[in-house]
């Protein structure tokens, strides 16, 4: 009885520090409208700063408590505010990748301050005090001071809410923010309390939580996932539920450290407990509508065959250019282009077509390396195939539940996800379902062969780049015809409004599945040519924060252009590791360049892609400058290949004076735009072909039109 009673002190203590940080996310969420992912690195970041100004440069506890919690945590505060609004009324895959983008920015910002390789102990509150006695149960004082300021906490936030004017703002403005204005409200001055408010207890909850556990950036930022689980007991919106939603989060990690029998089977199931409690909360409670639904859908523009095509050729040769002009030590660094290229593009149907937020993409794709590394030990070819469905099954699996979860809660789900196969599924040793052998990462790692092509073995790195590179082509034609397809038109209908499809005779549940399945199976391939390239993988390559960079990425490329696996795939391979090569103590700001990325997001809601286009386009119908760019890219190949000039002089060579062709040929085109207009191009679409003959060309122009682009 004295160990139960003693695992629940302990219990209630951390769930004390669960409803601190829940109840901000709380207050930030239904105030503003958008679900803040980057909550828990608020607090990560507060418990760095508490550690540096207290250890790191001796200042007095209280002094350092009224910086962290007065003059830092408000100022973030703020600072987030500015950041969000530009996004506030876009689709909710854009709000959610501003605040993703903060979460995998301020990880690598804190690992930049701190080395994350140096111990940075923190003793809890007056430790040199004698724990008390309550009965046969021991309570220290940091334990009780936890409790004590929760308990404040509620006290407090019930007073601001309802016996303040701000408080009445902020419910006003979670009601109906417009009314709230006509009325006299100030739903900016809302908004930044909110966050203010919010980010404080973020902070405040960090510092609590930072002498019980390792002061790592990763670990700390994690452990929102269990005030996610808090957060969802009181549906978003409730502070009591959320409050007891931490103390079952708490109390269950307690009883589980304590009470869980000891095999090699159950130690991550502890450690993915609250994730395993944040998806049922998800699926068993009933959510209300969400808060703050964007305004404005990402584009999702009409692809042509003929454009796909030559794009995808393009994709194949830049890759066969790359595996000979590159050494072997770039090979392995630049080759994951096309494999993580092909994980990007698993985004594109499911966020771009359907609008289905999913972050558990690169955990899928572990899957998929995983079983090509087992089925496909011989490097049989058929096993490729195998990989991609396992992958789908698991995405139609994912898809389930997911069905009756819309926006942030299928945002939410899918983190727990990944969070379960992070911690516990993929580090289980081997066993038996049904009498088939399931293996995962074998001893922390799994060796990975390349595939055998009808007796030809791919084993050098230079070919495995190509064969990505084909296969990225190949997949990027499969998503254009999948959007120029039925099946497209209607996941983009799903999307636009979902009762208006389904009161037209759509069936939400098969076309669900099948996009969740079609963008993990894509996903798996992409798991299957990473773990090709890089010989042997480890769960670690696949987890949660891993995945974020190249959501982000995908997100500031475009989630709706066929083009975005090759963008994405290019811009986070190769800026980031071209950086470090030319200068090594960039590495960290490299790793910063993904949340930096995603933090624009607000300026360029469309993505790159759109831009991109609009810009190279001139030249591709260039009758002179795109044969001089092909003449120039054919020589420089030739003379690379000759060895007269390296690879990195070709590669920036041949990219200068394309650009500068590019920028020739835009300006002509501009210019012929400017010029006065014949009688047919002044006749409006709406008379095209009544006063001035329809033309074969107009047909796309009209697709484009539809398609919004």
Not at 125 to 131: K, T, V
Not at 450 to 470: C, N, T
Not at 680 to 703: H, I, N, S, T, Y
């Amino acid at each position: 009885m004295d160990q139960f009673i003693t695992f629940g002190i302990v219990g209630l203590s951390t769930a004390a520090i669960y409803a601190i940080i829940g109840s901000g996310l709380v207050l930030t969420y239904t105030t503003t409208g958008v679900f803040n992912f980057a909550h828990g690195a608020a607090g990560m970041l507060a418990a760095f700063a508490y550690w540096q100004l207290t250890v790191g440069w001796g200042m007095p506890v209280w002094i350092a408590l009224i910086v962290c919690l007065l003059i830092l945590a408000p100022l973030f505060g703020l600072i987030v505010e500015i950041i969000v609004r530009p996004v506030a009324r876009l689709g909710e895959a854009e709000r959610l990748v501003v605040t993703v983008a903060l979460l995998s920015g301020l990880i690598a910002l804190a690992r930049w301050i701190w080395d994350p390789n140096l111990p940075r102990p923190l003793q809890p509150f007056l430790n040199n005090e004698e724990p008390f006695h309550i009965g046969s149960a021991t309570i220290t004082w940091h334990q009780a001071i936890t409790m004590a300021v929760a308990v404040a906490v509620a006290i407090g936030l019930r007073i601001l809410l309802f016996g303040t004017r701000t408080g009445a703002e902020m419910r006003a403005t979670v009601d109906d923010r417009a009314l709230a204005g006509m009325n006299g409200a100030d739903p900016v001055r809302a908004n930044r309390v909110a966050w203010i408010l919010g980010t404080q207890l973020a902070a405040l909850g960090g510092i609590l939580i930072a002498p019980t556990v390792t002061l790592d950036a990763q670990q700390l930022a994690l452990l929102i996932v269990s005030a996610y689980t808090a957060a969802v007991f009181g549906r978003m919106k409730s502070l009591p539920l959320t409050f007891f939603g931490a103390v079952v989060v708490g109390c269950m990690e307690s009883y589980l450290a304590g009470y869980l029998p000891q095999n090699e089977y159950l130690p991550g199931l502890r450690l993915a407990a609250p994730a395993i409690l944040l998806l049922l909360a998800l699926l068993v409670f009933p959510h209300g509508r969400l808060h703050g639904k964007g305004e404005r859908l990402g584009k999702v523009p009409m692809p042509t065959m003929v454009g796909t095509m030559y794009f995808a050729l393009g994709t194949v040769i830049f890759g066969l250019i790359l595996a000979t002009v590159l050494n072997e030590a770039s090979l392995i660094t630049y080759g994951p282009i096309f494999s993580l290229g092909v994980v990007a593009l698993s985004y594109v149907p499911l966020a771009g077509f359907a609008g289905q937020i999913s972050l558990c993409q690169l955990s899928i794709a572990g899957i998929g390396a995983v079983v090509w590394a087992h089925v496909g030990d011989s490097g049989q070819l058929w096993a490729l195939v195998v990989a991609m469905l396992v992958s789908a099954v698991v995405g139609a699996l994912v898809a389930l539940p997911a069905l009756r979860l819309s926006g942030v809660y299928l945002a939410l789900g899918t983190v727990a996800f990944a969070v379960i196969l992070d911690r516990w599924i993929f580090t289980l040793p081997n066993f038996e379902l049904f009498g088939l052998n399931i293996a995962f990462f074998e001893q922390g790692s799994v060796e990975v062969v390349g595939p055998d092509l009808f007796g030809y073995q791919l084993d050098d790195s230079k070919e495995m780049m190509i064969f990505a590179a084909v296969c990225l082509a190949l997949a990027t034609i499969g998503i254009a015809a999948v959007r120029r397809s039925r099946f497209g038109r209607r996941l983009i209908a799903s999307r636009d409004s979902e009762a208006a499809y389904a009161t037209l005779g759509g069936n939400l549940l098969i076309s669900r599945v099948l996009v969740f399945a079609f963008s993990a199976g894509i996903a798996g391939l992409g798991g299957a040519l990473y773990g090709m390239q890089q010989r042997s993988v480890t769960p670690e390559q696949f987890n949660l924060i891993a995945g974020l960079p190249i959501f982000l990425i995908a997100v500031v490329a475009g989630l709706g252009a066929v083009g975005t696996g090759f963008a994405s795939g290019l811009m986070f391979v190769g800026p980031m590791n071209a950086m470090v090569a030319l200068a090594h103590w960039t590495h960290n700001l490299a790793a910063l360049l993904p949340g930096l990325a995603g933090v624009g997001m607000g300026s360029n809601p469309d993505g790159v892609n759109a831009h991109f286009r609009h810009d190279w386009t001139p030249l591709l119908r260039s009758p002179i400058a795109l044969p001089a760019a092909l003449a120039t890219i054919a020589l420089g190949w030739l003379l690379k290949l000759q060895d007269v000039i390296s690879g990195w002089t070709f590669l920036f060579g041949a990219l200068f004076i394309c650009m500068i062709l590019q920028r020739w040929a835009l300006n002509r085109a501009n210019a012929a735009a400017a010029a006065p207009k014949t009688a047919d191009e002044l006749v409006p679409v709406e008379w095209w072909g009544l006063k001035r003959p329809f033309r074969e060309e107009d047909k796309e122009v009209l697709a484009r039109g539809i398609a919004g682009s």
